[in-house]
């Protein structure tokens, strides 16, 4: 609604501002009292992770009365299109000029009326801001999990093959071959365990059928039943193809997460409080994060030292930790607020409307 | 302060310019980029260019081009045809196509137009006998729906879109 | 440089012997396979299993990085006394040539559905060219290959493409339609 003019202005779509104003205010403001980061940005994220679903299931029952994709909607060019598919697309992009989804390119085309031109846009800018802090800001799935992980108190499991953190890499690699091999988009068909609470080809034969179970499989795996046993954000630690691919960007970010060697005392808090595997003892050791590092601030909450720091690229490592923090959340906010705002604003509105 | 600190600081503070200018510069900015790259949805979705158009009385057969499949794509090649406005149809069309644009007729297609524009649509094709040859270019149909990319009949807005394979040379 | 030169030369030109000689009798059990359109789709899905299986085989052989030089290998040092061991780079070549490797195989299901045997031949005349661009830097490269992290990467990427190609190939041998939609 804040970004969507001529967007519905009747009285629950105005609550639905409203409230999600003074939500968005609230959490700000209380990560600027308490000093701290990680608690109030998961409220704000789980709340995005679930309000979601519920939007745009909504619109796309309106639309076409199923979450099934008909392939007369495919041909006109009207997929919704997700920002997953963004890595699979650049090399057919770059050697054949096609952009192998079935969407609109043009601002104005699509579902949305926004078209894979300006969702690509978005994403760039709120890239060269937060970096991988995508995933913890503007991602609009991983909220589900990082719910789901939030609700044990302890983790059932515990011990976690630390291998399983390339997983997100092996599975860029596969499909970008597999996309550039077959021109489709192969994560979309085939891998994308959110497509069981948004959308997913309407199947038509059994290879349909194997492709929709994958979904429902892979979801209720890595996305329920891993975070609640391991505590963890288990598809997007060890699955997810668009974090391997956003983990390219913390090289470039400005800012990062360090470890002040002078005051840390190992004693793994903050390995065990980070959701995505990304501390491990070499790495803190070196003093630094690792490159999945997605900047969520559970580790730098949980230091009972304040060794596990904010840091701007160029600095020295805990000086005025707080600026660093600041200058982040000033940003990531922001972009929180557009994006993530406006996708909270519209869930409850659906909501509202139900209601009405 | 050192350099490299100042320069860090003011990249950061640059994001958090660019993250106020977001909706009101770089997003648009971004996404004219993308469009003036000239990019354009693989034609195994969209169908490919209009080539020709043939006027039928009321409503008229649009021809692509033809659209062949990219690397190791499991589509056939195929050509798209479009018949419009679906309101002026009849509500049984059988129409000879010349899709070459060389004059000849190459195919007869035949599909009921239902009421209910959530029907299922049905279409027959038939490549048309040359001089007691029959055409080798185009796959013949029968009752087809929409199995494929390449070989479907659909109703999208107003038109009903018919997609023939091609026989492999 | 010379002698660089002579083993290099003799390594890619068996190796290309290699890859032509595979094109065809890929092209020739094609042309065989498409006089029997029935039979076609179970080769063609009997390849694609067989493709997943030497995906996963790598995949499972790859657990253990090779730490020592292969210098002492005896195929290296075949003819080493007569020629300065080109014929040992001959060898190397011609084998690796014919060796299976899964882009390899998918190549020969590529070539084997061409018109004819210069096309499949011209085809695995190119593949080698396009190979063969990526032994220049890779030279340099052997620290890149005993890295922890891109073997683990590449053995799970290679299950993925595995499951994908058992999928597609269970499908052809069952007969199911190829595409979900």
């Known amino acids: 609604m804040f970004f969507h003019p001529g967007a519905n202005t009747d009285l629950a779509s105005r609550l639905a501002g409203a409230i999600t104003a003074i939500f968005m205010i609230a959490m700000f403001f209380t990560m600027m009292r308490t000093g701290t980061t990680y608690r109030w940005r998961r409220w704000f994220f789980v709340s995005v992770g679930?309000?979601?679903?519920?939007?745009?299931i909504h619109n796309v029952m309106v639309m076409r009365g199923s979450m099934g994709i008909p392939i007369e909607e495919m041909i006109?060019?009207?997929?919704?299109?997700?920002?997953?598919?963004?890595?699979?697309?650049?090399?057919?992009?770059?050697?054949?000029?096609?952009?192998?989804?079935?969407?609109?390119?043009?601002?104005?085309?699509?579902?949305?009326?926004?078209?894979?031109?300006?969702m690509v846009g978005l994403w760039l800018a709120i890239t060269l801001v937060v970096g991988k802090g995508w995933c913890s800001y503007a991602c609009f799935f991983g909220g589900i999990e990082e719910g789901m992980a939030a609700i044990p108190k302890r983790p059932k499991i515990r011990k976690l093959d630390p291998r399983w953190r390339y997983g997100p890499w092996a599975v860029l690699l596969a499909m970008v071959l597999l996309s550039l091999a077959l021109f489709e988009p192969a994560y979309c068909n085939w891998l994308c365990p959110f497509k069981a609470v948004s959308e997913y080809v309407a199947a038509r034969n059994t290879v349909g059928l194997i492709q929709n179970g994958i979904f429902i499989v892979l979801f209720g795996a890595l996305v329920i039943v891993l975070p609640l046993l391991t505590k963890k954000r288990t598809q997007c630690s060890w699955f997810c193809p668009f974090g391997a691919f956003q983990s390219i960007f913390n090289k470039i970010s400005i800012f990062e997460v360090k470890i002040d060697q002078t005051r840390c005392k190992p004693c793994v808090l903050c390995q065990n409080a980070c959701p995505n595997l990304s501390l491990s003892k070499e790495s803190v050791a070196k003093g630094e994060a690792l490159m999945s590092c997605m900047k969520c601030g559970a580790c730098v909450d949980v230091c009972p030292r304040q060794a596990v720091v904010w840091h701007i690229k160029g600095t020295e490592v805990a000086w005025k930790p707080e600026r660093a923090r600041l200058l982040f959340l000033y940003g990531a906010w922001a972009m929180a607020v557009m994006f993530g705002g406006s996708i909270i604003a519209q869930g409850i509105s659906t909501i509202l409307?139900?209601?009405a | 302060m050192k350099l490299r600190a100042k320069l860090g600081y003011t990249a950061a503070g640059l994001t958090v310019l660019a993250?106020?200018?977001?909706?009101?510069?770089?997003?648009?900015?971004?996404?004219?980029?993308?469009?003036?790259?000239?990019?354009?949805v693989d034609e195994m979705y969209s169908g490919g260019p209009k080539v020709r158009i043939f006027e039928h009385g009321a409503y008229s057969i649009a021809v692509h081009r033809a659209v062949y499949p990219h690397m190791l794509q499991t589509e056939k090649p195929f050509v798209?045809?479009?018949?419009?406005?679906?309101?002026?149809?009849?509500?049984?069309?059988?129409?000879?196509?010349?899709?070459?644009?060389?004059?000849?007729?190459?195919?007869?297609?035949?599909?009921?137009?239902?009421?209910?524009p959530k029907a299922q649509l049905r279409v027959d094709v038939e490549p048309i006998d040359q001089v007691n040859q029959v055409s080798a270019k185009y796959q013949a149909m029968r009752n087809a729906g929409k199995e494929k990319y390449s070989r479907l009949i659909v109703r999208v807005d107003n038109s009903i879109l018919v997609r023939v394979p091609l026989k492999k040379p | 440089m010379r002698p660089h030169v002579r083993y290099l030369s003799a390594f890619l030109g068996a190796r290309l012997l290699g890859y032509l000689l595979f094109g065809a009798v890929a092209w020739e059990l094609g042309k065989l396979?498409?006089?029997?359109?029935?039979?076609?789709?179970?080769?063609?899905?009997?390849?694609?299993?067989?493709?997943?299986?030497?995906?996963?085989?790598?995949?499972?052989?790859?657990?253990?990085?090779?730490?020592?030089?292969?210098?002492?290998?005896?195929?290296?040092?075949?003819?080493?006394k007569k020629n300065s061991g080109a014929v040992g780079a001959a060898a190397l070549g011609l084998l690796t040539g014919l060796s299976l490797c899964p882009p390899f195989v998918a190549a020969g299901i590529r070539a084997s559905q061409l018109g004819s045997v210069v096309a499949a031949l011209l085809f695995f005349a190119c593949f080698f060219v396009g190979t063969s661009i990526w032994f220049v830097p890779l030279a340099g490269m052997g620290c890149i290959v005993r890295n922890q992290a891109v073997i683990t990467v590449a053995r799970m990427a290679m299950v993925l493409i595995a499951v994908y190609y058992l999928l597609m190939g269970a499908g052809l041998l069952l007969g199911r339609k190829a595409n979900g939609y």
């Open chain 3, 33 to 80: 396979a498409s006089l029997l359109p029935g039979p076609r789709l179970m080769l063609m899905g009997a390849v694609d299993v067989s493709l997943a299986c030497v995906l996963l085989w790598y995949a499972y052989s790859a657990r253990q990085i090779c730490g020592h030089s292969c210098g002492d290998s005896k195929l290296v040092e075949i003819g080493a």
């Open chain 1, 353 to 355: 409307h139900y209601f």
């Open chain 1, 50 to 56: 679930l309000l979601f679903p519920i939007g745009f």
């Open chain 2, 19 to 40: 993250a106020l200018l977001t909706p009101f510069l770089l997003m648009g900015m971004f996404a004219k980029g993308i469009v003036a790259l000239r990019l354009h």
């Open chain 2, 80 to 116: 798209q045809l479009d018949w419009s406005p679906v309101n002026a149809l009849p509500a049984h069309v059988s129409d000879v196509v010349d899709i070459d644009g060389d004059g000849q007729p190459d195919i007869r297609v035949s599909f009921d137009v239902p009421k209910d």
């Open chain 1, 76 to 118: 006109a060019g009207r997929t919704p299109f997700c920002f997953m598919p963004i890595p699979l697309l650049i090399l057919p992009a770059a050697l054949t000029r096609t952009v192998v989804f079935p969407g609109s390119i043009v601002p104005g085309g699509g579902m949305s009326g926004h078209g894979i031109a300006e």
